[in-house]
């Protein structure tokens, strides 16, 4: 059975992840650790559970995902995968992270490329990838059938989904991931987000704006509450 625990790091609240299993192999998604702190508190965990991290996943590769990129994949020695269409938006983040005052080294290049339908398999557990852009170019969900969950990124939130004002984004083709990719799993898989805390399908089928037609209101609201 796969064991999801989040921790939320940087000025963003962004939503990091390590699953595990009983093998003790792990992954990270998104490491948004940020300050030396933040990267003690994920190290800790890690080595507390004696945990083996075979991979760092990146879902998309806006500044908040990828601040601890180089933190984990130097202190693990693990390659990181991402959908290779996400490269130049991992790429952008050191010409703008000194615009909003953030210190950031770099992130290692990625080493090991997922695209629609690829399955991430480490220890006894299965993640299924689902292409899903829209909030930025080249979008990754990660699905987990057997336990019944999935990390979404920035493209589903708790009542909102992911903002589409930034390079790459465009809201047709997000709304379009969604309703293809994620409202067609059962009610009950959990929503892993990359912002805010879990829900499930079945809650956001039901009570998401953009889901029941109330979208216009919202919109504004939503594309301006989270800042990637």
Partial sequence: MAHIVSFTFNPFYENTYVIYDETGECVVIDPGCYSKEEMEELGDFITRKQLKPKYLINTHCHIDHVLGNKFVADTWRVPIMMHKGEIPVLHEVVNYAPTMGMYYKGSPEPEIFVDEGD????????LKVFFTPGHSPASVCFYNEADKFIVSGDVLFRR?????????????????????????LPDDIKVYAGHMQPTTIGEERRENPFMNNKWPCFFELSNKSSVF
């Fill in 119 to 126: 399955i991430v398999t480490f220890g006894s557990t299965s």
């Fill in 160 to 184: 909102s989904i992911g903002r589409t004002d930034l390079p790459g984004g465009d809201y047709a083709t997000l709304m379009q991931s969604i309703q293809e990719k994620l409202m067609v």
